[in-house]
């Protein structure tokens, strides 16, 4: 049995949403843990639409996540086996010309439909002659080029569906090329997965009904059918469509909102599996417990409100060297472990980093505890043994303890009446800040 073969396959005309997110990372994961290999495929054929800076942005996307590829392809550098394999389905009777306008084939929906009947391409194009076609093109007609179905019930085992099976002539025969010999996706996805050697197709399950008429496409061109697998669609919280707010959902979006890769990583790895959401330092063990079959059909809902939670949950735990560059100046360990637990980004230090190095406007709510603390300020040095102590010695000069105690002192040092623990903080501060803050300067 070949080695396997994933890929993800975006086509560059837009940034990275969430959505495209899941299949890069479940493809990737599936990879990695079969010790297989993961293809980077732009479909770009869209010359239109795709831009050299959406195909830049895409990558940057995936390195942001940390999804490394192990080949890369373009498809607008492999026309000419698109054309190869459109002759070779030429040559077998099984991609024909077809002549109707889109007027005329809506027409023709409207009157199956009238009829209670599928809209389903009737094959009009099978009985013209060459003499009809001839004509017809002396009209100015082009023709586009279907993929000729047989009509049986095509049949595929799918990693989350089961087993799946679909009437074929339920379905219209696919436009492979438009008019002017332009190649639509039917044909350049089946040529490049055939030809890349991809052994599995893990992707939406939007996608279910193409692959009945894909994987006849797949033997027609003589190629090895891969598996297949389709997970389920993204929801939103309450159950409605994702895709109209796809665009503050990019993942352009999400850094900037100070999103972790690994939050989004932890988070897309499990909805809907039946394994539960878990805060996750790296790849490697997302790897470890991927289990594809343990996808359900249900659809999946994405909670904005549980991104931030697992993304919090994640910079609580995540080490000074992950963060280094991102905190401001200056800013050391000590600072990082003191302050993590209370940030929903990294973006969010840099506030905590002005209450203990910069100007804040200290907060007086009770003179007598302020006093008594500037009457006991201990020397320096200080550690982070220096906070027990000293508001120990606040505490019995001022006959107040608890919140009466606490309070007062974290608003006269950080100006805040929550936040860090103040043992940590406290050394930060330092002795000559501290006491200008209490003094209320």
């Known amino acids: 049995m070949s080695a396997v073969a994933v890929r993800f396959a975006p086509s560059p005309t837009g940034r990275l949403h969430v959505g495209n997110a899941r299949g890069a990372l479940l493809n990737w994961l599936f990879a990695r843990k079969a010790g297989g290999s ?212 990019s993942l352009a979006d999400l850094r900037a909102q100070g999103i972790e890769p690994m939050a989004l990583n932890s988070l897309l790895a499990r909805l809907g599996s039946a394994d539960p959401v878990e805060p996750k330092q790296s790849l490697q063990e997302l790897v470890a417990g991927f289990d594809l079959t343990r996808f359900s059909r249900a659809p999946a809902r994405l909670d904005p409100h549980e991104l931030e939670t697992l993304n919090a949950r994640i910079l609580h735990e995540l080490p000074f060297a992950t963060v280094r560059d991102r905190l401001p100046a200056g800013a050391g360990e000590d600072f990082w472990l003191a302050v993590r637990g209370n940030l929903a980004t990294v973006g969010d230090a840099a506030d905590w980093w002005t209450v203990v190095q910069g100007d804040i406007t200290p907060v007086i709510e009770d003179e007598k505890v302020v006093q008594a603390a500037i009457e006991t300020l201990p020397p320096e040095p200080w550690d982070a043994t220096t906070w027990k102590g000293w508001s120990q010695a606040v505490a019995a000069k001022a006959g107040v303890k608890g919140r009466a105690l606490f309070h007062p002192l974290r608003l006269a040092l950080t100006g805040r009446d929550k936040g860090p623990e103040m043992a940590p903080l406290l050394p930060l501060i330092g002795r000559e800040r501290a006491l200008k803050r209490l003094r209320g300067v």
Do not use: C
């Open 38 to 249: 993961f293809l980077l495929r732009l479909d770009d054929t869209d010359t239109g639409r795709s831009t050299e800076e959406f195909a830049r942005g895409i990558e940057d996307d995936l390195r942001w996540l940390g999804l490394d590829w192990d080949r890369f392809a373009k498809q607008s550098d492999r026309f000419a086996l698109y054309a190869e394999a459109a002759e070779k389905l030429r040559k077998s009777g099984r991609l024909y010309p077809a002549y109707e306008t889109p007027e005329e084939l809506e027409l023709r929906r409207k009157i199956q439909l009238s009829q209670r009947r599928p809209p389903v391409y009737d094959r009009a194009a099978l009985k013209l002659t060459d003499a009809d076609r001839a004509k017809l093109e002396a009209e100015g007609r082009r023709p586009v080029w279907r993929f000729k179905l047989e009509h049986n019930r095509t049949a595929w085992d799918d990693l989350i569906h089961g087993h799946v099976e679909i009437d074929m002539a339920s379905l219209s025969d696919p436009v492979l090329l438009r008019s002017d010999g332009y190649p639509l996706y039917t044909l350049s996805s089946v040529v490049d997965d055939g030809d890349l050697g991809i052994t599995h197709v893990i992707r939406g399950e939007d996608h279910v009904t193409n692959t009945a008429a894909q994987i006849q496409l797949f033997e027609a061109l003589g190629y090895a059918v891969p598996t297949f697998g389709h997970f389920s669609l993204l929801l939103d919280a309450e159950g409605g469509g994702l895709s109209k707010r796809l665009g503050s959902l």
